[in-house]
């Protein structure tokens, strides 16, 4: 069965600039979550969503949105990138909408200049 | 202003000795713990998890230890071996938390031959 999946893997954007970031979660799995890596930061929740929708949000100001389509499928979005968001995007999906385990794709790396 | 990485503590293992890495919890109605792997430039890899409803499970390789009473995890490795070089990330959720994983800040094993 395959991963999870992220694209792209690389982007660099300058500020100002808006970016959208796509997840396909392992098959049959209907809850996709996103974090935010920084070294500063470590590892930080950004938002959840389970049959398209938004059940959970992080931290993080509304510039951060998400979406989730009918096919479980997610994408990010970041408005008006700042030299901050620079990080590691990873998304993480699960079976079901309770607790278990979640699997993460392998990122996306977002460089802002 | 420079920005100032999370310090992550660093445990140096003898290629065949076994690992304890610790972690402590912060939230009391936490109820799933996992620990997670992740290799330079790839997401965080599942290793294993244990429920609050047990003390003690055991993998391949792998034991987690869930100390309730002082809110504490640990995982132990058998016979630590090159490939288990990485960071090591204990992250907890709740019944309620709908998503998020709270992580820690991370443990860097290195395997010395």
């Known amino acids: 069965k395959a991963g999870v999946t992220q694209t792209p893997r690389y982007l660099i954007k300058t500020r100002g600039q808006q970016v959208t970031l796509s997840c396909s979660p392992i098959?049959?799995?209907?809850?996709v979550s996103w974090y935010q890596q920084t070294p500063g930061q470590g590892l930080q929740f950004l938002f959840e969503?389970?049959?398209?929708?938004?059940?959970n949000k992080g931290n993080f100001p509304g510039r951060f949105s998400g979406r989730q389509f009918s096919n479980s499928r997610s994408e990010m979005n970041v408005s008006t990138l700042e030299l901050g968001d620079s990080a590691l995007y990873l998304c993480?999906?699960?079976?079901?909408?309770?607790?278990?385990?979640?699997?993460f794709g392998p990122g996306t790396r977002l460089t802002v200049l | 202003g420079e920005s100032v990485g999370l310090h992550l503590p660093t445990l140096s293992v003898q290629e065949g000795d076994n690992s304890i890495i610790n972690c402590a919890y912060s939230?009391?109605?936490?109820?799933?713990f996992i620990w997670y792997k992740q290799e330079s430039g790839k997401g965080p890899q599942f290793i294993i998890d244990?429920?609050?409803?047990?003390d003690k499970r055991q993998g391949q390789r792998v034991t987690v230890l869930l100390n309730k009473t002082v809110k504490h995890l640990s995982l132990q490795i058998a016979a630590t071996q090159p490939g288990d070089s990485a960071v090591y990330f204990c992250a907890e959720e709740g019944t309620d938390s709908w998503g998020k994983l709270q992580f820690g800040a991370g443990t860097q094993v290195v395997v010395t031959p």
């Open positions: 993480a999906s699960r079976r079901a909408g309770g607790t278990d385990t979640q699997y």
């Open positions: 098959s049959g799995h209907r809850s």
């Open positions: 969503y389970f049959s398209e929708t938004q059940r």
């Open positions: 939230n009391s109605a936490s109820d799933y």
């Open positions: 244990i429920r609050s409803n047990m």
